[in-house]
C-alpha cells in the first residue's frame, strides 16, 4: 500500500522569499509522484510529475521538484514566491497504471507582501 | 466550454432530500472520477469510470449512487446523506483508466452542505 505525508499542513513566506514544501512518501513498488495544486474556489491542476527519468522535475509557474528514492521524499521548491502562489499544494503518489492516485493532506502556501 | 464542468457549485440539502451532482468534460477523455474533499483530511477517490464502465468503488456507502451515461458525463446521486458527508466533491477526467499515469484534469467542485 502506498501512503504520502505532506509534513507542513500550513507554511507563511514572504513574497521573493524562496519555499520549500515536503512531502514523503512509502511505496514498496515503484512509483509515480505529483504534485497538484488547487487555488481559491477551483479545482486541482497539475504542477508536475515524475514518472522516470531525471530527478529534477520542472513543472509550471516556475515549480521545480526533486524525486530521492532514498529518502522517499519528493519536495516542491520555488527560488522565489508571488502572490499569486498563495493555494494549497497537494502531493500524490501512483504505483503506476493500475494504482489510482493517493493523495497527501495537502500543504497550503500563504504569501505576504 | 472547455475543461472540465460542475453543476451545481454550491448544494445545501436535508438528510431526506435527494439531489444529483453533474459533471462534464469536453476533453474527449475516456475516464471520469469521484473525489470527495473533507477539511484536514486527503482527497478520497469514490469512484472511477473508464470507458462508461465503473472499475473503481472505493467502499463508498450506497446513500451515494454514480452514474455514466457516456464518456463525457458524469451523476452523483445523493439520497439521504449524513451531515458528514458535508465536503467539496471534485471530478475529474483523463485520456484513459490508467491510474496515476495519466494526467487528471479537475473540475472546480460542487460544495455540499448537509444539514
Known amino acids: 500500500a502506498q501512503s504520502v505525508t505532506q509534513l507542513d499542513s500550513q507554511v507563511p513566506v514572504f513574497e521573493e522569499a524562496p519555499v520549500e514544501l515536503r512531502c514523503n512518501y512509502s511505496s514498496s513498488v515503484s512509483v509515480y509522484l505529483f504534485w497538484y495544486v488547487q487555488y481559491p474556489n477551483q479545482g486541482l491542476q497539475l504542477l508536475l510529475k515524475?514518472?522516470?527519468?531525471?530527478?529534477l522535475v520542472k513543472g509550471i509557474n516556475g515549480f521545480e521538484a526533486e524525486f530521492n528514492k532514498s529518502q522517499t521524499s519528493f519536495h516542491l521548491r520555488k527560488p522565489s514566491v508571488h502572490i499569486s502562489d498563495t493555494a494549497e499544494y497537494f502531493c500524490?503518489?501512483?504505483?503506476?497504471?493500475?494504482?489510482?492516485?493517493?493523495f497527501g493532506k495537502g500543504t497550503k502556501l500563504s504569501v505576504k507582501p | 466550454e472547455t475543461g472540465v464542468t460542475q453543476t451545481p457549485r454550491h448544494l445545501v440539502m436535508g438528510m431526506t432530500n435527494k439531489k444529483s451532482l453533474k459533471c462534464e468534460q469536453h476533453l474527449g477523455h475516456n475516464a471520469m472520477y469521484w473525489y470527495k474533499q473533507s477539511a484536514k483530511k486527503p482527497l478520497e477517490l469514490m469512484f472511477v469510470y473508464n470507458f462508461k464502465e465503473q472499475t473503481e468503488n472505493n467502499s463508498v456507502p450506497s446513500r451515494f449512487s454514480p452514474e455514466c451515461p457516456n464518456s463525457s458525463h458524469l451523476f452523483l446521486h445523493l439520497h439521504t446523506l449524513q451531515p458528514e458527508d458535508s465536503a467539496l466533491y471534485l471530478c475529474a477526467s483523463s485520456q484513459e483508466g490508467t491510474g496515476g499515469l495519466d494526467t487528471q484534469y479537475f473540475g472546480p467542485g460542487t460544495r455540499l452542505t448537509v444539514l
Open positions: 500524490a503518489v501512483s504505483g503506476g497504471s493500475q494504482g489510482n492516485l493517493i
Open positions: 515524475y514518472l522516470s527519468g531525471s530527478t
